[in-house]
């Protein structure tokens, strides 16, 4: 089974802090992703990378930035937390091609900005 | 630029009964994926439909494609209390992306 894990389940950072959300994946895959969920909004794209050091801005880039130095792992980072970034936050890995686009999902992490 | 919309937002159902949710998108497809989110998880993956086809089961689920009205609907037949979740649609066009909708939220009651 494809395992996806996030660094943190629960994360509370105050306003101007640097904040780092990691997600591992354990399969191989070629494609990352990082969405943010709000109550009414759904799930919006923040940044996707579908090989090491390659990143593409989603929905809502503005405020995050990403890293991918290995293809297991992929960064999330807040440079300067603010209280509009309280949110889920989730992680989600695929592998690339046709016929392989099943996105699986981590648990999430709620993050507080206070 | 969400391009899925579910229809309802929220549905609440009595245990044994079916539930059928709608989704509308807005251009091309080349699928079309339904995902299941228990509270405060991550979402799990549970069917896909691909633009040639116009229906596909499995299990308990039943999923239907017009692309003509650019919609689809997903049956959950015989509910159960354990189905309760909330529901979301995801259209995938030319890219790795998926753009999902706003979900569902199904309430089975025992």
């Known amino acids: 089974d494809v395992k996806v894990t996030q660094s943190s389940r629960y994360l509370v950072k105050r306003t101007g802090e640097k904040v780092f959300l990691e997600c591992v994946q354990d399969?191989?895959?070629?494609?990352m992703f990082w969405y943010r969920q709000d109550p009414g909004l759904g799930l919006r794209l923040i940044y996707f990378s579908y090989d090491v050091k390659m990143k593409e801005k989603g929905d809502i880039p503005e405020g995050y930035s990403v890293s991918r130095e290995k293809k297991e792992r992929f960064s999330l980072i807040l440079e300067s937390a603010s209280t509009n970034q309280t949110s889920m936050y989730l992680c989600?890995?695929?592998?690339?091609?046709?016929?392989?686009?099943?996105?699986?999902f981590g648990p999430g992490t709620r993050l507080l900005v206070l | 630029s969400q391009q899925g919309e579910e229809d309802p937002q929220a549905l609440s159902i009595q245990e044994g009964e079916n539930a059928t949710m709608n989704c509308s998108y807005k251009t091309s497809i080349n699928n079309l994926q339904w995902y299941r989110q228990n509270s405060g998880r991550g979402l799990v993956h549970l069917i896909l439909?691909?633009?040639?086809?116009r229906e596909k089961h499995s299990g308990r689920l039943r999923v239907t494609l017009d692309t003509s009205k650019k919609s689809s609907s997903l049956l959950i037949t015989a509910s159960r209390a354990a189905d309760t979740a909330s529901y979301f649609c995801?259209?995938?066009?030319?890219?790795?992306?998926?753009?999902f909708g706003k979900g569902t939220k199904l309430t089975v009651n025992p």
């Open positions: 995801a259209a995938q066009g030319g890219s790795e992306k998926l753009v």
């Open positions: 439909i691909r633009s040639n086809e």
């Open positions: 989600a890995s695929s592998r690339r091609g046709a016929g392989q686009e099943t996105q699986y």
């Open positions: 399969m191989d895959h070629e494609n």
